[in-house]
């Protein structure tokens, strides 16, 4: 019997796998198309770099109470569940807007064997989400550090697994607090540190939906390193301003905090 050929990959699909829409079977095939396209990496960097910025501009409005007039049975629903119309609204205008694909990406396995190839596709995610929300110098967290705890029990909650917020103060870096962002393996949390010099450190946790580990891997893009590596339950993602000594202490410095049975 002949193997099945895979539908070909359009715009509609890059989209739903930024707004975590496919099945794990096509998820894994756009996943692969990702990594194999430049060209498609950026397109996707883009959309979700949109999605983002939208979702950062609306927030205020996400947040205001309904208006009596509008209190209908199809309006009551929880505050999750305008993810997806707000990623369809987000695709709508990031293909009106998209000024052209994002540069290269600079891998690194070792440094005295650098190659440059397409970083995998939730590096992708982080980096950009790191990007947008770094430099909001007015609500770069949507949960204070103050909230430890509600941010804790919030993130567990949506992501369905216990979310630790690791401790980098070793290396001078304090926790500002964090936020909820959509990735394409689900519900993602982005935690912010930063500095006395005012550096910003991002790290970006979400579901390893395939299940296998991934050894340390730096990326360089515009001017932003990222450490990225997945054990068997998350995937994640260090970033910061040309920091890749400290990206690699810090990454060190969460490995250690993590559950025996999540590490790699």
Request: charged share 25%; hydrophobic share 45%.
């Given at each position: 019997?002949?193997?099945?050929?895979?539908?070909?990959?359009?715009?509609?699909d890059?989209?739903?796998?930024?707004?975590?829409?496919?099945?794990?079977?096509?998820?894994?095939?756009?996943?692969?198309?990702?990594?194999?396209?430049?060209?498609?990496?950026?397109?996707?960097?883009?959309?979700?770099?949109?999605?983002?910025?939208?979702?950062?501009a609306?927030?205020?409005?996400?947040?205001?109470?309904?208006?009596?007039?509008?209190?209908?049975?199809?309006?009551?629903?929880?505050?999750?569940?305008?993810?997806?119309?707000?990623?369809?609204?987000?695709?709508?205008?990031?293909?009106?807007?998209?000024?052209?694909?994002?540069?290269?990406?600079?891998?690194?396995?070792?440094?005295?064997?650098?190659?440059?190839?397409?970083?995998?596709?939730?590096?992708?995610?982080?980096?950009?989400?790191?990007?947008?929300?770094?430099?909001?110098?007015?609500?770069?967290?949507?949960?204070?550090?103050?909230?430890?705890?509600?941010?804790?029990?919030?993130?567990?909650?949506?992501?369905?697994?216990?979310?630790?917020?690791?401790?980098?103060?070793?290396?001078?870096?304090?926790?500002?607090?964090?936020?909820?962002l959509?990735?394409?393996?689900?519900?993602?949390?982005?935690?912010?540190?930063?500095?006395?010099?005012?550096?910003?450190?991002?790290?970006?946790?979400?579901?390893?939906?395939?299940?296998?580990?991934?050894?340390?891997?730096?990326?360089?893009?515009?001017?932003?390193?990222?450490?990225?590596?997945?054990?068997?339950?998350?995937?994640?993602?260090?970033?910061?301003?040309?920091?890749?000594?400290?990206?690699?202490?810090?990454?060190?410095?969460?490995?250690?905090?993590?559950?025996?049975?999540?590490?790699?």
């Amino acid at each position: 019997m002949m193997e099945q050929t895979p539908d070909p990959v359009g715009e509609d699909d890059l989209q739903a796998f930024v707004d975590g829409q496919l099945g794990a079977e096509r998820h894994a095939v756009i996943e692969d198309y990702i990594a194999r396209h430049p060209e498609a990496a950026a397109r996707v960097q883009d959309y979700v770099a949109q999605r983002l910025l939208l979702r950062e501009a609306l927030q205020p409005k996400l947040d205001e109470p309904i208006p009596m007039r509008l209190h209908t049975v199809a309006l009551k629903t929880d505050r999750a569940q305008r993810w997806p119309r707000l990623g369809a609204l987000a695709a709508s205008l990031a293909l009106a807007v998209m000024s052209g694909g994002a540069a290269g990406w600079l891998v690194r396995g070792q440094p005295e064997r650098a190659a440059v190839q397409v970083a995998a596709p939730r590096t992708q995610i982080a980096m950009a989400a790191h990007k947008v929300f770094v430099a909001d110098r007015g609500r770069p967290v949507e949960v204070r550090a103050d909230a430890r705890d509600q941010l804790v029990q919030w993130l567990s909650t949506r992501m369905q697994a216990q979310i630790l917020i690791p401790d980098l103060s070793g290396l001078g870096l304090r926790f500002m607090g964090g936020r909820l962002l959509p990735s394409s393996a689900g519900p993602a949390a982005q935690l912010m540190y930063d500095d006395d010099t005012g550096t910003r450190v991002t790290l970006f946790v979400e579901s390893n939906a395939g299940g296998g580990t991934q050894a340390d891997q730096f990326v360089t893009n515009d001017q932003v390193e990222a450490l990225s590596w997945a054990d068997r339950r998350f995937a994640y993602t260090l970033a910061a301003a040309g920091r890749r000594d400290q990206l690699a202490q810090a990454g060190d410095l969460v490995k250690r905090q993590l559950p025996v049975d999540q590490s790699l």
